[in-house]
């Protein structure tokens, strides 16, 4: 069995739902909020493509999405704020009174 079908059936297991009904594409029109979409662009788990329709989906007209790069390796994107705070720093700058 292909490693792809292995992961989706270990996730259908663990959570109850196939990996295709996890999207979070559906509830992005309900964002209303300035959004600062992040993703590790080479991440095994995400297509690129996948990310970018989520961020084009939201409404609102003050969002940002950065590719975090450099990197296939998910947890490096959950660090990756830590190492560089200007980043969500300047954004939030221009996004709170």
């Known amino acids: ?6 992961l989706g ?4 297991d663990r959570t109850g739902f ?3 009904e996890q999207s979070p ?8 909020v300035p959004t600062l979409v992040a993703q590790v662009h080479d991440d095994t788990m995400t297509r690129p493509q996948d990310v970018q ?3 084009d989906a939201i409404p609102v007209t003050e969002k940002s999405l950065y590719w975090i790069e ?3 390796r998910r947890f490096d994107g959950d660090n ?3 190492v560089h705070p ?5 954004w939030l700058d221009k996004h709170i009174d």
């Open 9 to 12: 059936l270990q996730q259908t």
């Open 70 to 72: 450099g990197t296939e």
């Open 80 to 82: 990756f704020f830590g």
């Open 1 to 6: 069995m292909r490693r792809a079908c292995r």
């Open 86 to 90: 200007e980043i969500p720093i300047e």
């Open 18 to 20: 196939h990996l295709s």
């Open 25 to 32: 594409l559906e509830y992005m029109t309900a964002v209303s």
């Open 53 to 55: 329709d989520i961020y």
